[in-house]
């Protein structure tokens, strides 16, 4: 079992930027592909980045390619979404997301195991 906690949500401008944070409890963390996704109100769950076990590789979706960065601290049980240059229709309940595969199929959010409550965050035009 693993218990994901997300912060560092909240209200920016736009071009401004935040860095979200999911602590990571339970087994162990470095055992885990890391995802992030994201729901905005009337909109289906999309997908943001995804990070593999050790952090090697990452996976960013096209939205958000060149503007927001996913990162992890297997020493912290931390995983990271720095999010620069942020847009109106970037606003939505950011969720970070625990799995134990990595491939091509880690951006559907089926590949994952476990699931934070979520983070808001508003970008204001």
């Known amino acids: 079992q693993v218990h994901l906690v997300e912060s560092g949500g909240g209200l920016v401008q736009a071009g401004g930027s935040l860095r979200l944070s999911c602590a990571a409890s339970?087994?162990?963390?470095?055992?885990?592909?890391m995802g992030w996704f994201r729901q905005a109100p009337g909109k289906e769950r999309e997908f943001v980045a995804a990070i593999n076990w050790s952090g090697s590789n990452t996976y960013p979706a096209d939205s958000v390619k060149g503007r927001f960065t996913i990162s992890r601290d297997n020493a912290k049980n931390t995983v990271y979404l720095q999010m620069n240059s942020l847009k109106p229709e970037d606003t939505a309940v950011y969720y970070c997301?625990?799995?134990?595969?990595w491939g091509p199929g880690s951006h559907a959010a089926s590949e994952y195991d476990y699931w934070g409550q979520g983070t808001q965050v508003t970008v204001s035009s």
């Open positions: 997301a625990a799995g134990t595969g």
């Open positions: 339970g087994r162990t963390f470095s055992s885990y592909a």
